[in-house]
């Protein structure tokens, strides 16, 4: 892939700001599922040592970002089809929560009000396959912002940055159909919560 700046970085900070700059390029698409990330290069692009940037990798290491594969070189990790149902398992249990939240709080209306606009925002039919995808995961994430469980929220933004860094493969391979039929569960939950609104008993999850 052509090799393109990444973000300077003053000497504050450096680990965390490496570790966002490298976040923030997987999830973007700019390094993509399976890309090699050579601690030499990105040093270099980034203007740090080698060893922040091996800090850097553990991080996302754990993050499950990045995987090490043969003779320990380090990759985007690319989701099999198991990790994708697991992935959307877990935050469909996550978001089922916070529609119980949301039902239970005294702000359910206002709540809904506002999914119900998110939602009608998500009907362009010129938006690309990637596009899309970001366009559903605010929509999801505005769900768990308005459960106001910060736990909640931050566990399902660490699930995002793993699904996110695989939106650029999806938009052109066949994860994209194992992708919509995970998510069948997930859009069900979403449309009865904005269409229904007053009758609280419905939205439970199971």
């Known amino acids: 892939m052509a090799a393109q700046p ?24 700019q390094y993509r599922p399976g890309d090699h990330l050579g601690e030499e ?6 203007g740090v040592s080698r060893g922040t940037v091996r800090e850097a990798l553990r991080h996302l290491q754990q993050d499950g970002l990045v995987t090490a594969g043969a003779r320990g070189m380090l990759r985007v990790h690319s989701l099999s089809p198991v990790e994708i149902r697991d ?15 949301i039902i239970d709080s005294p702000k359910r209306n206002a709540a809904v009000a506002k999914l119900r606009k998110a939602l009608s925002d998500l009907d362009d039919p010129d938006r690309d396959f990637t596009a899309h995808i970001d366009a559903d995961l605010g929509f999801h994430l505005l769900l768990c912002q308005l459960s106001e469980n910060s736990v909640l929220v931050d566990a ?14 999806m938009a052109t391979s066949t994860t994209r159909t194992s992708c919509r039929a995970a ?9 009865r919560l904005a269409m229904r609104p007053r009758r609280s008993k419905s939205y439970r999850t199971t």
């Open 183 to 191: 998510t069948t569960p997930r859009l069900s939950t979403r449309s």
């Open 87 to 101: 992935l959307f398992q877990v935050r469909g249990a996550l978001e089922g929560l916070a529609v119980t939240l």
């Open 6 to 29: 990444l973000t300077s970085l003053d000497r504050s900070t450096l680990r965390e700001r490496a570790l966002e700059a490298l976040r923030t390029a997987i999830s973007s698409g």
């Open 156 to 169: 399902w933004r660490h699930l995002r940055v793993r699904y996110a860094s695989q939106s650029s493969m």
């Open 41 to 46: 290069e990105l040093a270099r692009r980034l």
